[in-house]
């Protein structure tokens, strides 16, 4: 059964395109207007074996911000339609991620329940023109929308491209390990639900 969720999200501010394959091989398609977080999407769908298009317009001319947590909106809910039931899923992930100075942790659950716990103190306001506030907008966005809870953290790092890096690269591996099958058909919890 194929696990993928397609969404199309269209506001005042932006229209949004994305389609996401959990079991896919980390193909990628990304035509958006943030050059910085167009390289953060493409190491997210690498290393999570990910395949991932982005089709995003949107009013980048007042700021990054909406595009920004809308993308993260989209994914999080294409996220959610492609997970299911959750059925054979580990549920848990953890992904410690180098970037040379820098060392970042991502640990998930595919719990049903949105949550983000986010650590990270950038030592500069922006990343070339990307403003490093965004960062936890977009992972707050995705966790919301995907039913996550995300605890993602920057251990030490000096260069805060190398710290967003790493948080991506330690996410999509987070996510990447959360999602495998275990051969079993049950859900995850003593529940019986997710």
Do not use: W
């Not at 269209?10 to 896919?24: A, C, P, Q, S, W």
């Not at 007042?62 to 993260?72: A, F």
């Not at 059925?87 to 410690?96: A, C, D, Q, S, V």
């Not at 953290?153 to 099958?181: D, I, P, S, T």
């Amino acid at each position: 059964m194929a696990r993928r969720g397609e969404i199309h999200r269209t506001t005042g501010e932006t229209d949004i395109r994305l389609t996401l394959d959990l079991d896919g091989e980390g193909r990628r398609n990304l035509e958006l207007p943030v050059p910085f977080l167009k390289h953060m999407l493409d190491l997210f769908a690498k290393h999570g074996r990910f395949d991932l298009t982005v089709q995003a317009t949107g009013d980048t001319e007042v700021d990054d911000h909406h595009t920004v947590e809308d993308i993260g909106i989209c994914l999080g809910e294409a996220f959610a339609r492609a997970v299911g039931d959750k059925r054979g899923i580990r549920r848990y992930g953890t992904r410690y991620a180098p970037m040379d100075e820098t060392l970042a942790r991502a640990v998930a659950d595919v719990s049903g329940r949105g949550m983000l716990v986010f650590r990270a103190d950038f030592p500069a306001e922006r990343v070339g023109k990307f403003p490093t506030e965004l960062v936890e907008e977009f992972f707050r966005a995705f966790a919301h929308h995907a039913g996550v809870t995300l605890h993602l953290e920057v251990l030490y790092g000096r260069n805060a491209h190398h710290m967003v890096e790493g948080l991506f690269k330690a996410f999509a591996g987070a996510l990447r390990e959360a999602v495998l099958l275990d051969g079993s058909m049950e859900v995850p919890s003593t529940k019986g639900v997710l």
